[in-house]
């Protein structure tokens, strides 16, 4: 059985209008690991077990392949948690318990608004790495299990 993930890391993707992987970020809560390719992604992920948050998961997923990847738990058309090939690597959706956007959130917890795209990436997971880390307060594993169960 593999070890139970215990890093948390928010990410985030963009594409170029077209559907393609523009560029992306990840944060541990102290440093940005930026990437440009679907190879760079999973060579991070592999390298490091944990948690990931993305705020609309399944966007994400289908920029980066990661469906076809993954042992995902669904409630209706809502991607719950999707597990990386039985690894140590776990990816969640916050949009299931928050379907407010980030930029909205951003807001109220006194964060600016960036518009340079680069600087807008780093933002939106900087808010999703905040959110989580008050949300972890509370007890996420009961949360999303009673998603699941639901």
């Known amino acids: 059985m593999a070890n139970k993930p ?8 963009e594409d170029d209008g077209h559907g393609k ?13 930026g990437f440009t390719t679907k190879k760079q992604f999973y060579n991070f992920i592999n390298q490091n077990p944990g948690i990931y948050y993305a705020h609309n998961l399944p966007y994400d997923m289908a920029l980066l392949d990661l469906m076809t990847s993954c042992v995902c738990s669904w409630r209706g058309s809502r991607v719950i948690e999707a597990q990386y090939h039985g690894q140590s690597v776990v990816f969640r959706d ?23 795209d680069f600087d807008k990436e780093k933002f939106d997971i900087d808010i999703l790495m905040h959110t989580i880390k008050r949300k972890r307060r509370f007890n996420f594993k009961i949360l999303f ?6």
């Open 6 to 13: 215990r890093r948390i890391f928010a990410f985030d993707c």
């Open 21 to 33: 992987l523009l560029y992306g970020s990840i944060f541990d809560g102290i440093e940005h690991f």
């Open 94 to 116: 916050t949009l299931n318990l928050s379907y407010v956007s980030l930029a909205k959130i951003g807001s109220e917890m006194g964060f600016k608004k960036l518009d340079k």
């Open 145 to 150: 299990k009673s998603l699941l169960h639901q």
